[in-house]
């Protein structure tokens, strides 16, 4: 599963190997030399996954980690620790602050890649059966009706899907590409702009109960579900 992974690691030689080798694998990958840097990015857009080196200038990773966890918006990405310790209290030092998993250097692309797929696979929502509810609109699989403050709304069946692959995925940034992949499948025949269409289809049905700023243009990017930075 395609992801955007942020690494987090001051040697620049050893992001720059990760990175490729997660490019390789299929993966969007954008990558920051310390905390503050790393900070700034998730402020734009939330990833799926965060590599974190534990000795960085400045903020440390596990100073660092400890900030993403008490941050409501970054609480539930997915960390894994990258050390160069391979300690058992380190270990447990970097689990209790809430890392998902810990890998020790050196380590094999293959082994990094197999524990980001492990923990992604963990993280994923449970149940696309729940319903799902953010800023006033609430969704439910099972009975496929959509409120607004408690009024119904019509959907048709992408947007439907659109909006409950947006309302389950949050705070970060999807591509057009992303959004065919995981709304439409086989996109193969389905030209990015065919996204943009159904996106202006769902704003007009949120729109009445101004709830429409809720699905947000990233630009030159994609899309964003955002309960918590409505634009003015
Ligand atoms: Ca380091």
């Known amino acids: 599963m395609p992801a955007h992974i942020l690494i987090v690691e001051d040697e620049p030689a050893i992001q720059t190997l990760i990175a490729a080798n997660l490019r390789r694998a299929g993966h969007e990958v954008s990558a920051a030399l310390d905390a503050e840097t790393a900070q700034r990015q998730i402020r734009e857009a939330l990833p799926d996954l965060i590599l974190l080196d534990w000795m960085l200038p400045g903020i440390s990773g596990l100073e660092f980690a400890r900030r993403l966890r008490a941050d409501a918006?970054?609480?539930?990405?997915?960390?894994?620790?990258l050390t160069a310790r391979g300690e058992e209290a380190d270990k447990v030092q970097g689990l209790e602050v809430g890392a998902d998993d810990y890998i020790?250097?050196?380590?094999?692309?293959?082994?990094?890649?197999?524990?980001?797929?492990?923990?992604?696979?963990r993280r994923q929502p449970q149940s696309t059966?729940?319903?799902?509810?953010?800023?006033?609109?609430?969704?439910?699989?099972?009975?496929?009706?959509?409120?607004?403050?408690?009024?119904?709304?019509?959907?048709?069946?992408?947007?439907f899907r659109l909006l409950h692959?947006?309302?389950?995925?949050?705070?970060?940034?999807?591509?057009?590409?992303?959004?065919?992949?995981?709304?439409?499948?086989?996109?193969?025949?389905?030209?990015?702009?065919?996204?943009?269409?159904?996106?202006?289809?769902?704003?007009?049905?949120?729109?009445?109960?101004r709830l429409d700023a809720l699905v947000q243009t990233v630009r030159g990017?994609?899309?964003?579900?955002?309960?918590?930075?409505v634009p003015a």
């Open 104 to 121: 020790t250097k050196p380590f094999s692309p293959r082994e990094l890649l197999a524990r980001i797929q492990a923990v992604l696979r």
């Open 73 to 81: 918006r970054s609480r539930s990405v997915p960390i894994i620790m």
């Open 165 to 209: 692959f947006l309302m389950t995925h949050p705070e970060r940034v999807h591509t057009r590409a992303q959004l065919l992949d995981q709304v439409w499948g086989d996109h193969v025949f389905v030209e990015e702009r065919t996204v943009d269409v159904h996106i202006r289809r769902l704003r007009a049905v949120l729109e009445p109960s």
């Open 221 to 229: 990017s994609g899309y964003r579900f955002s309960a918590e930075i």
């Open 129 to 159: 059966a729940d319903a799902v509810e953010t800023g006033g609109l609430r969704l439910d699989p099972v009975t496929h009706r959509v409120t607004a403050r408690g009024d119904q709304l019509i959907l048709g069946p992408t947007e």
